[in-house]
C-alpha cells in the first residue's frame, strides 16, 4: 500500500500541563502515534513544562507510562516508546513567576517550528502568554494552542481574546475544539462538498428538521467541582454541538480554507434565534435501581443542592433562508442509556401518498454517525417482500467506515489530526476568536434565563435512560420524536 503519511518539518512542541491528565490521556499518546507512523522528522522535539519539579528521566518514564496506558502502542509498542522518549526534554517553569522561563528559552532553536500547546486551565493563558512574550520565548512564527473552555462566558471569552492578541496575531492562535478533529466530522464536510446529490436537497424546502445528538454513558465522577460551574451548556452547547451545528447549517465555503471556513461558521451562529426557555429541556441525572452505578449527579457537585444540568435539549432556528421552518434540535447529556453521537437529518415526507392504505410512506433520514461505529445510514422506504399487496417497509442503505476502509486501520484520535495541523500550520479546524465570542454571544442569555428564574432547577432523569421527560415532550410539543439512544 502507498504511505499517506507526509512528514512534517521539524518542530519544537512545548506543551505547558505536561504532568496533566489531558496530556496524558490524549496530548502524548497522539503524538507518539503520529511519531510511530513516521510523520515526524528526527531532529523534532517535545519539550514539557509544568510546576513538577521533574527531571528529563522523570518526564520521559512519565510519558512512556502515559502511553501504554493510554495509548494504542501496537506489537512494536516498547521499543517505538524507547525511540520516542528520546525526544523529549522537559523544563519546569513558574506559569505565576519568573522561575524557569530563561532556561525554556535556551532550550529551544531559531530554525525550527515553534509551537506552545496550553493544557492548563483558562486562567493561566494570560500569564503564560505575557511570560512568553516578556520573556522573549517567542518568534513571529511561533503558534499557540488553547484548550477548552475558552472562557465561561461572553466577558471572559472577550478578556481573554485581548490578553491573547496583545502578544499572538490571530494566525498564531490556535484554539481547539476536539470535536473538529474526528473523522466523522470532517467527513461532513466531505459528504456536503465533495458530493453532488445532497446538497440541492440540503435546505427547508426538503430538510424537515436535524437532530444533533451527543449522548454520553459516563457521568461527572471526578470532574465535579469543574463540571458543576460548566454544565452541559457551557461543557458541550456552547462549542462541541455548536461546531457540529455549524458544519451541518453552513453555506458551502468557496475554498477549504481557514478563513474561509470559519466565515460560513460564523454566518450560522449570527443568523441564530435567541431561545425561549419553553423550547429546552434541563435535566440532572439521578441514581437508578436498574443500574449497577448508584451514584447520582448531585454525589459529586460540591453543592448538595447544586441545579447544574447534566442534560440539555434546544429546539434551535437558524434565521436565514436556507433554514427557516426547518428546526435543528441539539441534545447532550452524561449517564445517558450509551454512548452514541450522531446527526441525523429528516427529510419532508413525500408530497402525496400513491399507495393508499398503506402505511409507512416516511420522508428519508440520513444518518452520520460521529462515534461509535462511524459511518453513515440513509432510512429508506421499501416494499415489504412478497405476497399480501403493496407493504411498505423501512431498511437503511448503511455504511460503516471500518467495514468501507479496511486499510485505514486503527481509528485516530481527533487530537493526532488536530496537532499535526498545528505543526503544518492549517487552522481551517480550530475556532477564530470571533466565532467563539459569537457562540458565547448566543448561549449566554439562555444561562441567564434559568440563572435567574425561580423554577430553574433541572427534571431529574434516571441514570441510563434518554434523559428527563421534558426534553420528549420537546419534540411531541412540535409532534415529532427524538431517535432512540442506545436501541
Ligand atoms: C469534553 C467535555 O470537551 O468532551 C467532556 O469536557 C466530554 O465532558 C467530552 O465528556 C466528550 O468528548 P468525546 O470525544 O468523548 O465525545
Same mark, same amino acid.
Given at each position: 500500500m502507498v504511505s499517506r503519511v507526509i512528514p512534517v518539518d521539524p518542530f519544537d512542541l512545548i506543551l505547558f500541563g505536561a504532568t496533566g491528565d489531558l496530556a496524558r490521556r490524549k496530548i502524548l499518546p497522539s503524538l507518539f502515534h503520529r511519531y510511530q507512523i513516521g510523520q515526524? %522528522?528526527?531532529?523534532?522535539?517535545?519539550?514539557?513544562? /509544568? +510546576?513538577?519539579? =521533574?527531571?528529563?528521566?522523570?518526564?520521559? *518514564? $512519565?510519558?512512556?507510562?502515559?502511553?501504554?496506558?493510554?495509548?494504542?502502542?501496537?506489537?512494536?509498542?516498547?521499543?517505538?516508546?524507547?525511540?520516542?522518549?528520546?525526544?523529549?526534554?522537559?523544563?519546569?517553569?513558574?506559569?505565576?513567576?519568573?522561575?524557569?522561563?530563561?532556561?525554556?528559552?535556551?532550550?529551544?532553536?531559531?530554525?525550527?517550528?515553534?509551537?506552545?500547546?496550553?493544557?492548563?486551565?483558562?486562567?493561566?493563558?494570560?500569564?503564560?502568554?505575557?511570560?512568553? %512574550?516578556?520573556?522573549?520565548?517567542?518568534?513571529?512564527? /511561533? +503558534?499557540?494552542? =488553547?484548550?477548552?473552555?475558552?472562557?465561561? *462566558? $461572553?466577558?471572559s471569552a472577550q478578556a481573554l481574546n485581548a490578553a491573547l492578541s496583545s502578544h499572538f496575531t490571530e494566525d498564531q492562535i490556535y484554539r481547539i475544539d476536539h470535536y473538529l478533529g474526528k473523522e466523522t466530522v470532517q467527513n461532513l464536510m466531505a459528504l456536503r462538498f465533495a458530493n453532488s446529490l445532497f446538497e440541492p436537497l440540503w435546505n427547508s424546502t426538503h430538510i424537515d428538521h436535524v437532530q444533533i445528538t451527543v449522548a454520553e454513558s459516563i457521568g461527572v465522577a471526578g470532574r465535579g467541582e469543574y463540571y458543576d460551574r460548566s454544565g452541559a451548556m457551557r461543557d458541550m452547547v456552547q462549542n462541541h454541538m455548536m461546531q457540529l451545528l455549524c458544519l451541518t447549517a453552513m453555506e458551502p465555503p468557496s475554498k477549504f480554507t481557514p478563513n474561509a471556513v470559519r466565515d460560513e461558521k460564523v454566518k450560522v451562529i449570527e443568523a441564530l434565534e435567541p431561545v425561549s426557555q419553553e423550547t429546552l429541556a434541563r435535566g440532572q441525572y439521578r441514581a437508578s435501581r436498574s443500574t449497577s452505578e448508584p451514584d447520582s449527579y448531585l454525589d459529586h457537585a460540591n453543592n448538595p443542592a447544586s441545579t447544574t444540568e447534566s442534560f440539555i435539549a434546544i429546539k434551535v432556528q437558524v434565521a436565514n433562508w436556507r433554514w427557516a421552518g426547518t428546526p435543528f434540535y441539539l441534545r447532550t447529556g452524561k449517564c445517558l442509556r450509551a454512548r452514541e453521537s450522531e446527526i441525523a437529518v429528516y427529510s419532508r415526507d413525500p408530497p402525496h401518498n400513491i399507495f393508499e392504505g398503506a402505511a409507512g410512506v416516511h420522508g428519508n433520514v440520513l444518518v452520520i454517525r460521529l462515534q461509535p461505529d462511524e459511518g453513515i445510514t440513509l432510512r429508506t422506504t421499501i416494499k415489504d417482500p412478497g405476497p399480501g399487496g403493496m407493504r411498505l417497509t423501512a431498511a437503511n442503505l448503511d455504511m460503516t467506515f471500518a467495514d468501507s476502509l479496511p486499510e485505514a486501520g486503527r481509528p485516530q484520535d481527533a487530537y493526532e489530526r488536530l496537532i499535526m495541523d498545528v505543526i503544518r500550520g492549517n487552522q481551517t479546524l480550530f475556532m477564530r476568536g470571533d466565532e467563539v465570542e459569537a457562540a458565547w454571544a448566543w448561549a449566554d442569555p439562555i444561562i441567564a434565563g434559568w440563572s435567574q428564574g425561580a423554577g430553574d432547577a433541572p427534571q431529574a432523569y434516571d441514570r441510563g435512560s434518554s434523559g428527563p421527560d421534558d426534553s420528549l415532550l420537546l419534540m411531541h410539543r412540535d409532534h415529532r420524536r427524538w431517535r432512540g439512544i442506545g436501541t
Amino acid at each position: 500500500m502507498v504511505s499517506r503519511v507526509i512528514p512534517v518539518d521539524p518542530f519544537d512542541l512545548i506543551l505547558f500541563g505536561a504532568t496533566g491528565d489531558l496530556a496524558r490521556r490524549k496530548i502524548l499518546p497522539s503524538l507518539f502515534h503520529r511519531y510511530q507512523i513516521g510523520q515526524f %522528522s528526527p531532529e523534532s522535539r517535545i519539550i514539557g513544562s /509544568s +510546576r513538577s519539579k =521533574l527531571d528529563r528521566a522523570g518526564f520521559q *518514564d $512519565l510519558v512512556a507510562e502515559a502511553i501504554r496506558e493510554f495509548g494504542q502502542a501496537g506489537e512494536t509498542g516498547d521499543a517505538d516508546i524507547s525511540d520516542f522518549v528520546q525526544m523529549l526534554d522537559y523544563v519546569p517553569v513558574d506559569a505565576k513567576g519568573d522561575t524557569g522561563w530563561p532556561e525554556l528559552k535556551a532550550q529551544l532553536r531559531p530554525d525550527v517550528i515553534r509551537a506552545f500547546y496550553l493544557s492548563v486551565g483558562p486562567s493561566l493563558f494570560p500569564d503564560i502568554a505575557s511570560r512568553l %512574550s516578556s520573556f522573549g520565548v517567542t518568534t513571529p512564527e /511561533s +503558534r499557540i494552542v =488553547l484548550e477548552k473552555p475558552f472562557g465561561h *462566558d $461572553l466577558a471572559s471569552a472577550q478578556a481573554l481574546n485581548a490578553a491573547l492578541s496583545s502578544h499572538f496575531t490571530e494566525d498564531q492562535i490556535y484554539r481547539i475544539d476536539h470535536y473538529l478533529g474526528k473523522e466523522t466530522v470532517q467527513n461532513l464536510m466531505a459528504l456536503r462538498f465533495a458530493n453532488s446529490l445532497f446538497e440541492p436537497l440540503w435546505n427547508s424546502t426538503h430538510i424537515d428538521h436535524v437532530q444533533i445528538t451527543v449522548a454520553e454513558s459516563i457521568g461527572v465522577a471526578g470532574r465535579g467541582e469543574y463540571y458543576d460551574r460548566s454544565g452541559a451548556m457551557r461543557d458541550m452547547v456552547q462549542n462541541h454541538m455548536m461546531q457540529l451545528l455549524c458544519l451541518t447549517a453552513m453555506e458551502p465555503p468557496s475554498k477549504f480554507t481557514p478563513n474561509a471556513v470559519r466565515d460560513e461558521k460564523v454566518k450560522v451562529i449570527e443568523a441564530l434565534e435567541p431561545v425561549s426557555q419553553e423550547t429546552l429541556a434541563r435535566g440532572q441525572y439521578r441514581a437508578s435501581r436498574s443500574t449497577s452505578e448508584p451514584d447520582s449527579y448531585l454525589d459529586h457537585a460540591n453543592n448538595p443542592a447544586s441545579t447544574t444540568e447534566s442534560f440539555i435539549a434546544i429546539k434551535v432556528q437558524v434565521a436565514n433562508w436556507r433554514w427557516a421552518g426547518t428546526p435543528f434540535y441539539l441534545r447532550t447529556g452524561k449517564c445517558l442509556r450509551a454512548r452514541e453521537s450522531e446527526i441525523a437529518v429528516y427529510s419532508r415526507d413525500p408530497p402525496h401518498n400513491i399507495f393508499e392504505g398503506a402505511a409507512g410512506v416516511h420522508g428519508n433520514v440520513l444518518v452520520i454517525r460521529l462515534q461509535p461505529d462511524e459511518g453513515i445510514t440513509l432510512r429508506t422506504t421499501i416494499k415489504d417482500p412478497g405476497p399480501g399487496g403493496m407493504r411498505l417497509t423501512a431498511a437503511n442503505l448503511d455504511m460503516t467506515f471500518a467495514d468501507s476502509l479496511p486499510e485505514a486501520g486503527r481509528p485516530q484520535d481527533a487530537y493526532e489530526r488536530l496537532i499535526m495541523d498545528v505543526i503544518r500550520g492549517n487552522q481551517t479546524l480550530f475556532m477564530r476568536g470571533d466565532e467563539v465570542e459569537a457562540a458565547w454571544a448566543w448561549a449566554d442569555p439562555i444561562i441567564a434565563g434559568w440563572s435567574q428564574g425561580a423554577g430553574d432547577a433541572p427534571q431529574a432523569y434516571d441514570r441510563g435512560s434518554s434523559g428527563p421527560d421534558d426534553s420528549l415532550l420537546l419534540m411531541h410539543r412540535d409532534h415529532r420524536r427524538w431517535r432512540g439512544i442506545g436501541t
